[in-house]
């Protein structure tokens, strides 16, 4: 397998690998101008005859323009080995710019640098800093240098008024005028816009007053703000200018800003640390260049930026559809890669545990949850006889809730280090037997992953496969990438979903502009995902829960880059190729190849990893293929099912006329989880159900059970859970734990749903949506909320967006109780989820090999379950029937009152 992490790179300009573009003329047309003689005139580029020789290139090698006019934007010629182009010439010494007026045919000579003129450069400048006037304590300098750079404009000045400290204005430049530096301190994701204060050899520089209050900061005030706009908020960024501060930077083009549209920028957000740009004396420096914001440096190096862009046909970095490495991921691949013949080796938990690593358990007191956290609460998760710990993302991100990762090979600061990990890991598995399974975000990344650098940058790269052979990964594969005139042919709804880059190209993300999604039809693209398997499977992980499965494949993902679905799309018949579902439309077919190949490759190499999926969907009918190539699946069928719990205190139907959902209509809840099971066997004879209480994405189990009326969908209608419905709400907790701790497989607990801790936006209880993209933003955290350990002083944290707070608040604020409350009291919920989570390990649920009806009908679901070490049976009725005192051997008991109506649960050794 490839070693991409630790290949030596050689970065191919892209015009090497195109000598085509060398032959013959290729001119195009140039910029506007003043009216001339109406005649077009030739600009001829010429490398010199030198560079000629060396086999420096330049496309396109001529600019038509008509008289009066200017060329624009110039090209800028590659190949000198040793050399860096620093500019045009005419045949008088004059030098040719972008603006330079044409009245006649004329040939411009390239100008280049030697790398010891450079070093010599980079020498003095670094010397002239420490007696720069304008080079101040307390400020940090950005300096950005683009391949544009024109050493003509080196001593543009900032013009007044506006200059120091604000920088409010644009610098006037042909090359930096629209690339503004957005700057935020972390922990306060609020910003502000810095214009460039001056131009020198190191590129447009921007200065930060660290020492001074600014109260123009913020995001635009609507949703038409143009460029320059800000809100009235204040940042004091002297409160952040600390030893150990870090700021946030984006480099972006002002002229794409707008609160409600994708900024155009540079690469995307990246960190910089005050302790590596400060200097002994006076200001802070940081210098980046075009296309590498992620890997700035201290000092100043002299070295010239060239772009991978110049020299090849403008639009013509597309995704190919086809070629090398090119995989037609519409082919049935299941004879080469077969479903799995073993259940997963040692894979025997019952009881599964998430955890949101932010919310769970802060350990250094700064608010946010870390691993250590976890470590120190192993002891509580093994009295909750949890046998399994799905982690949340844990690598570094840029955001709290992890999934735009940046670095797969890491632990992110926030949550710990890599030795707090492995700690995790060991004391996990040798003092409490529990398994760890990692988040695994494989269908995109951050923005500021090298993959998606490398692919911005059009790089390529040369490795040395396992059995000997040169193999050449080119990182523009690695995602999808569209030009403009396809761009501009895509429906108002589809561009949703693309994202332009500074370069003029366009990238897809099903989720957000900071998550670009992978192009898995480039078989590098398997292979290096497969990599960071090995590296966590190396630290004796137990498995991956793969996140957003169905995206893999998204229809509005491959038809831009000229590739054709497998088959009809179809919104109403589940065993369709291709499913048809507004912007979440996706390829099945597609998706069911690709994850036949990584179970298969994965097992073959550790047979003993287990693979779960988040495929949110509520059709078991469509999700059961998936198990040809994934274990086990979280059963979101079940979990909207869960709703018959809460249709016992008589609730609504929404569909016009029909009746009131009540007690009678329990059965559901069972009869909807048995159809899944049976057909997901079919599919998958070693498969592990995988149902759950909630997760971090949806509304908790708590408001599930306190719905206002019921729609037979994904579609229910939520309430505030207030009055007679918070006592309802928990003993219907206590009914469908009832269920989902006694059905075979793995049974997932969402951290805080065992005390009955709440979670839903309150843009849901205004339109009924669950939609979090169409929510107030980041509304979701309220799912996140953190785990109630004591009455009062639980983390609390900002979750790095302006000065949202991830907090306790509402019912869980006041009237849940802890889990200390809880650990006191022998019949809370937690108590019982106890009691229910003992037997499941008793009984080892998790290798559970049949469950059978055993009379479940109307207001009754009864049903006999074959573990792993016994059988239990579990009674559990609604009203008529149900009983007021355990009978003599039960294993677990319960009965209370939901809207005056008796219910009971039962279960027993069968």
């Known amino acids: 397998m ?16 195109l000598p085509m573009f060398a032959c013959g003329k290729a001119a195009r047309p140039g910029g506007g101008g003043v009216a001339g003689d109406g005649k077009t005139y030739t600009v001829t580029f010429y490398v010199g005859a030198e560079a000629e020789a060396a086999g420096a290139l330049v496309y396109p090698d001529a600019i038509e323009v008509k008289s009066g ?13 040793g050399y860096s182009f620093i500019g045009w010439k005419t045949a008088d010494g004059a030098e040719f710019l ?33 007696t720069a006037e304008w080079n101040k304590a307390g400020h940090i300098y950005i300096h950005y240098k683009r391949s544009g750079h024109a050493e003509s404009e080196n001593g543009t000045v900032k013009n007044l008024p506006n200059a120091a400290p604000e920088y409010s204005t644009q610098i006037e430049s042909s090359v930096y005028k629209d690339w503004g530096l957005w700057v935020w301190p972390i922990g306060n994701a609020n910003g502000r816009l810095f214009n460039a204060m001056h131009i020198d050899e190191s590129g447009a520089v921007y200065d930060v007053d660290l020492t001074n209050t600014y109260t123009d900061c913020g995001w635009d005030p609507d949703a038409n703000g143009g460029h320059g706009a800000s809100q009235d908020v204040v940042i004091n960024y002297d409160d952040y200018n600390t030893e150990d501060g870090t700021f946030g930077i984006l480099l972006f083009q002002i002229s794409s800003r707008s609160n409600d549209k994708h900024w155009i920028s540079d690469v995307g957000n990246t960190n910089i640390s005050l302790s590596k740009a400060r200097r002994k004396d006076k200001g802070m420096h940081w210098f980046v260049t075009q296309g590498n914001i992620g890997f700035g440096t201290p000092q100043f190096t002299g070295e010239d930026v060239s772009s991978n862009y110049d020299g090849i046909p403008e639009g013509s970095a597309i995704t190919r559809a086809d070629g090398d490495d090119m995989i037609n991921s519409a082919l049935d691949n299941s004879s080469k890669y077969p479903v799995w013949p073993n259940r997963v080796q040692n894979f025997d938990a019952s009881t599964g545990y998430q955890i949101f690593i932010a919310s769970f358990a802060d350990s250094n007191g700064d608010g946010m949850g870390d691993l250590r956290g976890i470590i120190q609460k192993l002891p509580y998760l093994a009295s909750l006889n949890v046998e399994v710990l799905w982690l949340t993302p844990f690598q570094n991100s840029t955001n709290y809730h992890g999934y735009d990762i940046y670095d797969y090979f890491s632990v992110d600061p926030k949550f710990g280090t890599l030795a707090d990990y492995r700690e995790l890991v060991y004391r996990a598995h040798n003092e409490y037997g529990m398994k760890i399974v ?96 090995d590296y966590w499977m190396s630290f004796g992980l137990d498995g991956f829960r793969l996140d957003a499965v169905k995206h893999i494949y998204m229809k509005n993902e491959i038809l831009p880059v000229g590739k054709t679905l497998s088959g009809t799309a179809d919104k109403n018949n589940p065993a ?26 994965l097992k073959s190499a550790h047979p003993n990893a287990f693979v779960v999926g988040e495929n949110l969907d509520g059709w078991n009918e469509r999700t059961k293929e998936y198990y040809q190539g994934i274990d086990s699946q979280f059963d979101f069928n079940t979990y909207y099912a869960g709703r018959a719990f809460a249709e016992v205190r008589g609730i609504p139907h929404l569909s016009a006329g029909a009746p009131a959902k009540s007690e009678a209509d329990l059965h559901s809840a069972f009869r909807t989880y048995l159809q899944g099971y049976t057909s997901f066997k079919g599919q998958n004879p070693n498969f592990v159900a995988g149902q759950f209480t909630s997760n971090h994405d949806l509304p908790r189990a708590r408001n599930r059970m306190a719905l206002k009326a019921s729609n037979g969908v994904d579609t229910d209608h939520y309430t505030k859970v207030e009055g007679s419905l918070i006592s309802d709400s928990e003993n219907a907790l206590y009914m469908y734990y009832g269920m989902l701790m006694t059905l075979p497989g793995v049974t997932w607990i969402y951290y805080g749903d065992e005390l009955g801790m709440e979670g839903i936006m309150d843009y849901t209880l205004e339109t009924q949506s669950t939609d979090s993209l169409t929510s107030s933003p980041h509304e ?55 009691t229910l989570t003992a037997i499941r390990t008793e009984y080892k649920l998790g290798n559970a090999t049949a469950i059978t009806d055993g009379g479940t009908n109307g207001n ?3 049903y ?13 009725i609604a009203g008529s029937g149900a009983l007021t005192s355990a009978p003599a051997g039960a294993k677990a008991f319960w009965t209370g009152s939901i809207a005056g109506k008796t219910c009971s649960v039962l279960v027993t050794a069968a």
């Open 780 to 834: 979701d955290r309220i799912y996140r909320q953190p785990m109630k350990w004591e009455a009062t002083g639980n983390a609390s944290y900002k979750i790095g967006f302006g000065e949202l707070t991830c907090e306790l608040t509402g019912l869980n604020a006041s009237t849940v109780k802890s889990v200390a409350e809880q650990e006191q009291d022998a019949s809370s919920l937690l108590s019982w989820v106890k």
């Open 438 to 533: 990692m988040d695994f975000v494989l269908n995109h990344t951050g923005k500021s992953n090298p993959w998606f650098v490398k692919s911005q940058n059009l790089e390529k790269e040369k490795i040395q496969t396992a059995d000997g052979k040169t193999r050449e990964i080119d990182y523009r594969q690695f995602y999808n990438w569209i030009n403009k005139e396809t761009y501009d042919s895509l429906d108002a709804e589809t561009q949703k979903q693309w994202y332009g880059d500074s370069y003029g190209y366009y990238f897809y993300s099903s989720f957000s502009s900071d998550m670009p999604e992978l192009n898995y039809d480039y078989q590098p693209v398997r292979d290096a995902i497969l990599e960071v398997c």
């Open 864 to 876: 006999t379950v074959r573990g792993g070490n016994g059988n239990i049976s579990v009674s559990i």
């Open 98 to 130: 972008a603006t330079t007026v044409v009245r006649s045919d004329i040939t411009v000579t390239a100008q280049w640098r030697s790398q010891s003129e450079q070093d010599d450069i980079a020498k003095k400048y670094e010397e002239s800093l420490a």
């Open 860 to 862: 009754k679901i009864s």
């Open 69 to 81: 006019g200017t060329c624009g934007e110039l090209p800028v010629p590659h190949g000198y080995k």
């Open 576 to 601: 369709a190729p291709v499913v048809e579902d507004g912007l979440y439309s996706h390829d099945k077919k597609r998706n069911i190849n690709f994850y036949r190949e990584f179970n298969y490759r």
């Open 2 to 17: 490839m070693k991409l992490k630790k290949a030596i790179v050689f970065v191919l300009c892209a015009v090497l690998a």
